[in-house]
């Protein structure tokens, strides 16, 4: 899950730098509005400025879970047992493939936007800043899990999240304040518009969570079901929008540019193996980190898999910096650790008694939504009883 997870992020920004002709433009024009603000304008040979092509090509990787659930569930009939709770749900009988699927249409929109806005900002910023700033879904999940879910945070909460927005101002500042230095120099306006869409896809990442928590809790699924469904509403969805993101211009200066060019995209990928390759890495680690996420949600405990998202983003800074995608600065690591103390108080990793009450009501219902990845939290509806319970008292690893 761990090497997955960072070769999700690295992958992506490896296919976003990667350099490639397309298709030809008056005046070699940038065909996005990402390649126009990343300076594509006047060159042949363009980066891969294509986020919504690429959230396309992520749903594949989602898809392909549903072909691991299908495989697992041919080989529970086979071996003439009993369907494993844990990859078949029961409600009336024997779940069928396609029961209730129809549900997870809307998270698969909500999953498209949040995605497809995450890489626009990745494509502007840096891979270890869009890694961190992406701890902002704590804030949004608590907001929506408040107003929403009609939960009640304790003063811990509130205190832990005043932590991760200190983190994410923390981060953001120093990448808008050595954007314009080095080998690896960005457009200052370009950084801090980057920061702000990762920042605000994490809105649409929270509510995504909310949907899934409400349709799991009435429904119930599988995990690789779930996933794999949101994969193929995903992908038909969005491989239809395309066509009028192509017609949707944004002013860019002197010109205008679409949001997005699927066809320049397939031509870039066409004339590139270093592309083709790096988007494969990218379907590849999306399945597989779906797949492995089920299993240590089950094994491990809370604090190992904060460890291991951690590590991940520690993994993610490393690689890109040896890669020389960019420079390491010493005040992202402050940034870091309120991102990380934050999100360890909020969970409940990090306690101080002395400070803060965690007792709880006679009821109550621990707040532990915050933090949770599409599979961990459709696994604690899987209807393993033993895990189920462990699980609704352990907070969940965030994603990719």
């Given at each position: ?155 811990f909460h509130w205190v832990a999240i005043f932590f991760v927005c200190l983190g994410v101002f923390v ?195 621990r707040e532990s939504f915050v933090m949770a990845h599409r599979v961990d939290s459709m696994t604690s ?20």
């Amino acid at each position: 899950m761990f090497i997955s997870g960072t070769l999700n992020t690295i992958a992506a920004a490896w296919a976003q730098r990667t350099t490639a002709v397309g298709k030809e433009t008056t005046d070699n024009l940038s065909t996005t509005i990402w390649g126009s603000l990343e300076g594509d304008d006047g060159k042949s040979v363009r980066a891969f400025n294509h986020p919504f092509f690429q959230a396309c090509v992520m749903f594949i990787g989602e898809a392909l879970c549903l072909v691991a659930f299908c495989v697992k569930r041919e080989m529970s009939k086979r071996n003439e047992e009993r369907p494993s709770a844990a990859l078949l749900s029961k409600s009336k009988g024997e779940e069928g493939i396609f029961t209730n699927s129809i549900y997870f249409s809307l998270p698969a929109m909500l999953d498209m936007c949040g995605t497809g806005v995450m890489n626009a900002g990745l494509c502007l910023t840096y891979a270890s800043v869009f890694q961190m700033l992406r701890s902002a879904v704590v804030v949004f999940t608590a907001i929506f899990s408040v107003f929403l879910l009609k939960r009640r945070l304790k003063l811990f909460h509130w205190v832990a999240i005043f932590f991760v927005c200190l983190g994410v101002f923390v981060v953001g500042y120093v990448s808008i304040e050595y954007s314009g230095s080095g080998d690896d120099a960005k457009p200052t306006s370009s950084v801090m518009l980057g920061n702000f869409l990762v920042i605000i896809a994490q809105a649409m990442v929270a509510f995504q969570m909310v949907v899934e928590e409400k349709i799991i809790g009435r429904y119930g699924a599988p995990a690789l079901k779930a996933v794999g469904f949101e994969g193929i509403f995903g992908f038909v969805i969005l491989g239809i929008l395309l066509v009028p993101l192509y017609y949707i211009h944004i002013s860019g200066g002197a010109h205008d540019y679409p949001i997005e060019d699927a066809v320049d995209a397939l031509i870039q990928v066409g004339n590139s193996s270093e592309l083709k390759v790096s988007l494969a890495c990218y379907v590849c680690s999306i399945a597989f980190f779906n797949f492995f996420g089920i299993s240590v949600t089950k094994a491990m405990s809370a604090s190992h898999r904060m460890v291991l998202d951690s590590l991940r983003t520690v993994a993610v800074l490393t690689c890109s910096v040896a890669l020389g995608w960019e420079q390491f600065h010493a005040e992202q690591l402050a940034g870091f650790f309120f991102l990380l103390l934050g999100t360890g108080m909020y969970n409940e990793i990090v306690t101080f008694p002395a400070l803060f009450d965690y007792t709880q009501e006679e009821g109550e219902e621990r707040e532990s939504f915050v933090m949770a990845h599409r599979v961990d939290s459709m696994t604690s509806k899987d209807g393993d009883d033993t895990n189920s319970k462990k699980l609704m008292n352990e907070p969940l690893l965030a994603n990719v």
